[in-house]
């Protein structure tokens, strides 16, 4: 128990208030059991010898027996203190344990972390963020959650999430984002598609084909810059399948439902079946970003973003 700040009272079980046993009066018992001296005692507890046999004293009257017999420079426990005594060293310990289990929390070393992030970042940037992040703070429980841009965002807002890792976040009141890295664009294509053949294709090429694309709601900012490409080529695609997640697209490209533009971390994605080609022009990008709310004062949040910033990221990904 050396060294131990515990203090306050531990209450009965009936719902009163009343303390029935103050924390330091055990802690003082505690010590006095281990040392059987009431000099010694007094000086691990950084007190006179009077305050600590006034505690000892009190303590017994809760107890309503005895529990030191004193004797000339010596003392003992008498059965009463040796039945204490083991009750007092738990009750001390578990309060100690829940102090330092409370601090690790407070200090962010601890706790649970819910993330969002995007299916398309599953194989390129979570792992390595994660890895990192665990090998910081292996204490942490993390709760993570694949969704989509929009989901994120609501569930940021209703505090379901603490941290998202999104693409092309909105701009939100409440919700600090910043950017990760930037993907080019690429073609999704059928592998035997005669536009697969060469290393890149013009956007321009694929006016006529039939698109796969994700609902404008499960990422307005994506959904709007892939139909920007082709309104800056020239033509508005036509789009006959849509799908709520990348890997689902290009599962669909490779059944030859069509084509799609997706962001170059798609390529990720290894299917039988699905060629990846660079397009021209190739100007727009997707940013990957974190999210967060910007009332939250979490360290754990805290911890999870500076991580993020010691990573070396390829800011300007490309496929």
Not at 26 to 40: D, I, N, P, Q, R
Not at 49 to 59: C, D, E, G, K, V
Not at 288 to 301: E, F, I, K, N, Q
Request: aromatic share 4%; glycine share 10%.
């Amino acid at each position: 128990m050396k060294g131990s700040d515990v203090t306050g009272n531990i209450t009965g079980s009936g719902g009163t208030d009343r303390p029935e046993l103050a924390l330091h009066q055990l802690h003082a018992f505690a010590v006095l059991a281990e040392e059987l001296h009431f000099g010694h005692a007094a000086d691990r507890l950084g007190i006179a010898q009077p305050p600590l046999s006034q505690q000892i004293r009190r303590l017994e009257a809760r107890v309503g027996h005895p529990l030191f017999v004193r004797g000339p420079g010596r003392i003992s426990l008498t059965p009463a203190g040796r039945e204490l005594l083991p009750a007092a060293r738990r009750a001390l310990g578990e309060i100690a344990d829940g102090l330092a289990a409370a601090r690790r929390v407070g200090d962010g070393l601890a706790g649970r972390l819910r993330i969002g992030f995007a299916a398309s970042l599953a194989p390129t940037l979570l792992p390595g963020l994660l890895t990192a992040f665990r090998a910081r703070y292996p204490a942490v429980d993390l709760d993570i959650r694949e969704m989509t841009t929009a989901p994120q965002v609501s569930a940021l807002h209703e505090r379901a999430l603490d941290v998202g890792l999104l693409r092309e976040p909105p701009v939100e009141p409440g919700l600090a984002v910043e950017p990760l890295l930037s993907e080019r664009f690429v073609a999704v294509l059928p592998a035997g598609h005669p536009l697969a053949v060469g290393r890149t294709v013009p956007v321009a090429a694929l006016a006529d084909q039939p698109f796969v694309l994700l609902p404008r709601a499960c990422g307005p900012t994506v959904h709007d810059r892939i139909l920007g490409v082709c309104r800056a080529a020239g033509f508005e695609p036509r789009v006959v399948q849509r799908a709520v997640e990348w890997q689902t697209v290009a599962a669909l490209v490779a059944a030859g439902l069509g084509v799609s533009l997706a962001p170059a971390g798609v390529r990720a994605v290894r299917l039988r079946g699905v060629a990846y080609r660079r397009i021209t022009p190739d100007t727009a990008r997707s940013t990957v970003a974190m999210a967060w709310r910007t009332d939250d004062g979490s360290p754990l949040v805290g911890h999870f973003l500076a991580t993020a910033r010691s990573l070396h990221w390829d800011r300007t990904a490309t496929p």
